[in-house]
């Protein structure tokens, strides 16, 4: 005799349906997931979100024979519907049927670590200790598992004990290398644990020495932010330097060396301003290098989500261009004027900066076309007037009829200016525009192309 569907499906095993709901469960959080980290999900749909998935989890775990991933799911949702209650209570319920489960007893461990987060004093200590015997419990039960030993050396950083934290990264590289991420690992230890651990790694036939070299580096950065010393500004230029030396490719390393430097700099300039100086001048070259690689794409998309910090960033690198500038480093000057313009192309002081440093190392044609959009952006103004007629007459000596037709207008102008009502700082630079404009009209209409 045939079952009706409903029968049917009531006749299903009780952990067919656990299997079936933990599918669906865990797939509408991974979907929730998916969807916050597009954006598509903000406010309080986030947690509304999540609060659905865990529910359907839940019908999992309460059907009887679910897997610990039903468990483990359920209390991810929680914990990121910010219930961290009972995001503990659904991982404990879960590891009371399945204690040795390696899904389980890490979601525990990071339960309580969140739930450290959120305290303070005493009772912080006291989960983060619960944390990290979670974590060792699960290294214990599942001795392939890098993953329990990194989370284990996570938590001992939290409790202040460096040691045992290196001991624990220690164990995970032993376990399995390729379960270590070296970039947490160098922003989770100080330079000197990570970088010691790194060098056994180097220490191994067929290491891949630039990729490790940078990894050691980006420590000593790590470390350099949060604590600026002389010696991790030495051990960070030491090794990104070095890891160019061995593979060009990692031109990121001029990125780290710029914001290094720069960091350094400003620690030591109340002290040594001669130094810091110098130490300027090297942040200026490494922008230069990393704005001019392939640096330049990748800033440029950072600049965009910058958002009311991006002018803040801009004004830096104009100063670092004049820093390379002073310092007789023309390429870095202007590579950074470069990208700055190409990157603010409604400004008409970038434009105007990379002009001047154009025109001033001889590339005319280069050094005329930026003036023409600075002037563009500020038709009126006499100085640009005055800065473009100065590359026709004197630098490429043609055109003069329109070099003079600038000059005239720049001396109009200006004048028109100087009677109307100006700041002091914005007088003398308008005076400034108005004398080289007579001057320069003047050498014009005598045929000198003498510039000086």
């Known amino acids: 005799m045939l079952l009706a569907p409903f029968l049917l499906f009531c006749a299903l ?32 749909d986030v947690p509304d979100a999540f609060f659905g998935a865990a529910l359907a989890l839940r019908k999992a775990c309460e059907a009887g024979g679910a897997p610990p991933e039903a468990f483990a799911g359920w209390s991810e949702a929680l914990l990121n ?20 489960s390696l899904p389980l007893l890490l979601q525990h461990g ?11 004093g005493e009772e912080q200590q006291r989960l983060y200790r619960q944390a990290r015997d979670a974590y060792a419990e699960a290294a214990r039960r599942h001795p392939k598992s890098a993953v329990a030993c990194v989370r284990r050396g996570e938590m001992e950083v939290y409790l202040g004990d460096l040691e045992a934290a290196a001991k624990a990264w220690q164990e995970a590289l032993r376990r399995d290398p390729d379960q270590v991420d070296l970039g947490a690992m160098a922003a989770w230890l100080p330079q000197p644990q990570a ?5 056994g790694l ?14 050691r580096g980006l420590a000593a950065y790590n470390s350099l932010l949060r604590d600026p010393k002389p010696e991790y500004w030495q051990a960070c230029r030491e090794d990104f330097e070095r890891a160019l030396e061995l593979n060009p ?32 001048a090297y942040a200026a070259r490494a922008w230069g290098r990393y704005l001019a690689g392939n640096g330049g794409n990748a800033q440029r998309q950072a600049l965009a989500g910058m958002g009311e910090g991006a002018a803040a960033f801009l004004d830096q690198l104009k100063w670092f ?30 434009w105007n900066n990379l002009a001047l440093f ?44 329109r070099a003079r037709d600038l000059y005239q207008r720049a001396i109009a102008r200006a004048e028109e200016m100087l009677a109307g009502d100006l700041s002091e700082e914005e007088r003398g630079l308008i005076e400034v525009a108005l004398r080289d404009a007579r001057n320069n009209l003047a050498k014009l209409d005598k045929g000198d192309r003498e510039n000086g």
């Open 202 to 215: 180097l220490a191994q036939p067929g290491a891949d020495r630039a990729l490790l070299t940078w990894y």
């Open 195 to 199: 970088a010691q651990l790194i060098d």
């Open 321 to 350: 261009a004049g820093k390379a500038w002073g310092a007789r480093d023309p390429e870095s000057a202007i590579a950074i004027a470069r990208w700055v313009a190409e990157s603010s192309p409604s400004d008409p002081e970038a």
């Open 13 to 44: 095993p009780q952990d067919q349906d656990a299997a079936e709901l933990t599918r669906r469960g865990l797939a509408e959080l991974r979907r929730v997931e998916a969807e916050v980290a597009a954006g598509r999900l903000t406010g309080l």
């Open 358 to 401: 154009l025109r001033d190392t001889g590339r005319a044609e280069e050094s005329l076309r930026a003036y023409e959009k600075a002037l563009e952006l500020q038709p009126d103004h006499p100085q640009v007037m005055n800065d473009l007629a100065v590359i026709l007459h004197y630098y490429l000596k043609r055109d003069d009829d």
């Open 110 to 120: 990071r339960v309580l670590g969140a739930m450290a987060g959120r305290a303070g």
């Open 81 to 100: 519907a910010d219930d961290l209650k009972k995001a503990l209570a659904a991982v404990e319920q879960g590891l009371a049927e399945h204690p040795g």
């Open 249 to 280: 490719g990692y031109d990121t390393s001029w990125y780290y060396l710029a914001n290094a430097a720069n960091v350094w700099a400003g620690r030591l300039n109340a002290e040594d301003p001669a130094a810091a100086g110098r130490i300027w």
